[in-house]
């Protein structure tokens, strides 16, 4: 092999390193380059690091809500800000059962913040709408930014619960009903006495009092009449329980610390019993504002049975109607602003409503019959009350001022008895 050669070889293979040398300088500016913008924005690999970039969270709670047609659900959801972020979130719900509305609030465009911003949803149901299982999203964007949180709505029947002897147990048991009647179902088999049942407001349990252990004492059963739970486990008399409306207590009648009845509160799972009226009168058939700050009651304090109301503690008791004949029965309207009761003012007891001041006081039945035990409808448009127009006692439902009174249970004459009826 020549010089020549040797020449043209060492060229070739100098202009090869040039080149190789170029390749690898570009590479090492990209590769500095790259491994700067991580240093400046995070890395983003599963390598760790953390992104820097503005964003936000969206949580919620609770995962899912019960409502009864006609009545409302609330969901409640927090905006979290990350790393600056500092948009308006604009909020939107999708999957909504057909005829249920929405509404935030707030507002539905939030600024989130680095502590959380909350904002409520609440979703309304009609009387129409279907019974289901609702997946609902809700969804949140912003700054270039959309988040979702989902959750479930789940939308009952409205439900009549009463007790009635019309039954095979020789005793009362508790029944469910639709409120055109159909659906009767039996809760309870046995042959004691079980009255009184009372919804909790999330539809899924039935507080009731039973003389199942011995003497009448306060019980829970799931809606369906499972699991039945003893609450209050004394030689006493405790009856009438009525659950508060935010699901946390249960008011009742109690006759254990002498023999006067007074009204008591307690936990919805039996603890912390409290009693609320002292005085030697007879205080009794309690029942829950809406906001669960008041509760109005019955006594017979003044001389004859009168309608009283009191703060939730039992403070700033005050009579709020005035006749020489019996008020009794008193049940709360659910937008607050009426009360209605049983009277015998005009001769038999019948169904009369009256502001919350006791102003006001309209009869809404006439008959020659015993109307009472009324309840109102959740939506507050109806009322449910016993009547014995027909010889017993039946179940019957009528519009908020009287009209369209209706015989749900049509017992037999001389045979069965459906009392204390309460409507979820």
């Known amino acids: 092999m020549n010089n020549r050669h040797y020449n043209e070889v060492g060229n070739d293979l100098a202009q090869r ?32 690091g953390s992104s820097t970039v503005a964003s936000f969270t969206m949580s919620g709670t609770p995962t899912n809500r019960r409502a009864i047609q006609g009545q409302s659900a609330a969901f409640v959801t927090t905006l979290t ?7 308006f979130v604009s909020l939107s719900v999708s999957g909504l059962p057909s005829s249920a509305t929405f509404a935030f609030s707030p507002a539905s465009s939030v600024i989130p913040t680095t502590a959380g911003v909350t904002n409520t949803l609440t979703v309304t149901t009609s009387g129409t709408t279907p019974v289901g299982t609702y997946n609902l999203t809700l969804s ?11 959750f479930q709505l789940v939308v ?88 508060s409306p ?43 504002s809406p906001d669960s700050t008041k509760i109005v009651f019955r006594s017979d304090r003044d001389g004859n049975s009168q309608i009283y109301t009191m703060n939730a503690d039992g403070i700033a008791q005050t009579r709020i109607s005035n006749n020489g004949s019996r008020d009794l029965q008193p049940k709360w309207s659910p937008d607050g602003t009426k009360i209605v009761f049983s009277s015998n003012r005009s001769g038999t007891f019948q169904v009369f409503v009256m502001n919350v001041d006791g102003s006001a006081q309209t009869r809404i039945t006439n008959t020659s019959s015993f109307d009472n035990s009324p309840a109102w409808s959740p939506d507050g448009t109806k009322i449910v009350f016993v009547s014995d127009r027909g010889g017993d006692p039946d179940i019957f439902t009528m519009n908020a001022d009287g009209s369209s009174q209706t015989n749900l249970t049509h017992n037999i004459l001389g045979t069965f008895a459906d009392l204390d009826p309460s409507w979820n």
Not at 22 to 47: D, K, Q
């Open 246 to 288: 935010d699901g946390t207590k249960i008011a009742f009648r109690s006759n254990r610390d002498g023999v006067s009845n007074e009204i008591y509160v307690m936990n919805a799972d039996g603890t912390n019993q409290k009693r609320l009226t002292n005085n030697s009168a007879t205080d009794d058939e309690p029942a829950w």
């Open 140 to 150: 949140g964007t912003g700054g270039g930014v959309t988040k979702q949180f989902s």
């Open 81 to 87: 800000a990350q790393n600056g972020f500092s948009s």
């Open 156 to 243: 009952t029947d409205t439900m009549i619960t009463f007790a009635s002897n019309n039954g095979a147990s020789g005793g009362n048991d508790i029944f469910v009903m639709k409120p055109d009647a159909t659906g009767r179902t039996r809760l309870i088999l046995n042959s004691f006495a079980d009255n009184e049942p009372s919804w909790s407001p999330d539809h899924t349990k039935i507080a009731f009092s039973s003389n199942r252990d011995g003497n009448f004492q306060i019980y829970t059963m799931n809606a369906n009449g499972e699991f039945p739970v003893r609450l209050t486990n004394n030689s006493a008399l405790e009856v009438e329980p009525a659950w």
């Open 17 to 48: 390193l040039r080149v190789a040398g170029n390749r690898f300088r570009r590479i090492a500016s990209v590769t500095l380059v790259a491994m700067m913008l991580m240093l400046v924005f995070g890395c983003g690999g599963g390598g760790g």
